[in-house]
């Protein structure tokens, strides 16, 4: 069974801080990875989607990477800033259902 | 724009009642999911459906139950059978599998 992990699972940061979050996964067939944020008591807003033969994807600060072979996608956080606050969690799509991470709980100090 | 809604935004329970979350999506995906969010906690899957009139059961299934009668509709049902009913519920679809994720701004399901 895919087992997602992240880690740290909270992070607290001084604004303008670059900072990385680590996503790890045990079952390399995937087709995608995604990565979201959750604002408390909202749903999950899409950040970034990588497909399973891309190595990388950038969206203004935000670039994430995937590593099949090791198990590995990064999300790289550019110039934190206090509104990037929230809870971040990969998300990986396998044949018949989704395999969460246990999230990053984060937190940009002004 | 496509998207999925989920409605209501927040409901309340009063013990012994049923009640039903509404999921709706205009994307045209085969696939739809209910998870259940505990405060502090993941997600965790109730149920899920890859096509119409056919649906599987998740991790967490007891008293709740669903219905796919439509591609774009995927209620939820919390039955007097769930003990503790009082959690966030948040509904997904996806496409083919190498398309991404979408999710609803999620139901908060308070027992009363």
């Known amino acids: 069974k895919q087992e997602v992990t992240q880690i740290p699972a909270a992070l607290s940061v001084p604004e303008g801080e670059n900072l990385v979050l680590n996503c790890s996964f045990t079952?390399?067939?995937?087709?995608?990875l995604q990565w979201f944020r959750q604002d408390p008591g909202k749903g999950l807003t899409s950040l970034l989607l990588i497909q399973s033969s891309q190595r990388e994807q950038t969206s203004g600060r935000l670039n994430a990477s995937l590593d099949k072979s090791s198990g590995r996608s990064t999300l790289y956080i550019a110039a934190s800033q206090p509104g990037d606050s929230a809870t971040y969690l990969c998300v990986l799509s396998g044949a018949n259902n989704l395999f969460f991470g246990t999230g990053t709980r984060l937190t940009v100090i002004p | 724009d496509g998207g999925i809604t989920q409605s209501p935004k927040y409901l309340f329970r009063k013990e012994g009642q049923n009640v039903t979350l509404s999921c709706e999506q205009n994307?045209?995906?085969?696939?739809m999911y209910w998870y259940r969010q505990d405060p502090g906690q993941g997600l965790r899957l109730i149920y899920y459906?890859?096509?119409?009139?056919?649906?599987q059961k998740g991790d967490i299934a007891e008293g709740y139950s669903v219905s796919r009668e439509k591609k774009e509709s995927f209620p939820l049902t919390v039955t007097s059978a769930q003990k503790n009913p009082t959690a966030f519920y948040l509904c997904?679809?996806?496409?083919?599998?190498?398309?991404?994720?979408?999710f609803g701004q999620g139901t908060r399901l308070t027992v009363v």
């Open positions: 997904a679809s996806r496409g083919m599998s190498v398309t991404e994720a979408f």
């Open positions: 079952d390399s067939a995937i087709y995608n």
């Open positions: 994307l045209n995906h085969d696939a």
């Open positions: 459906s890859q096509i119409v009139n056919d649906f």
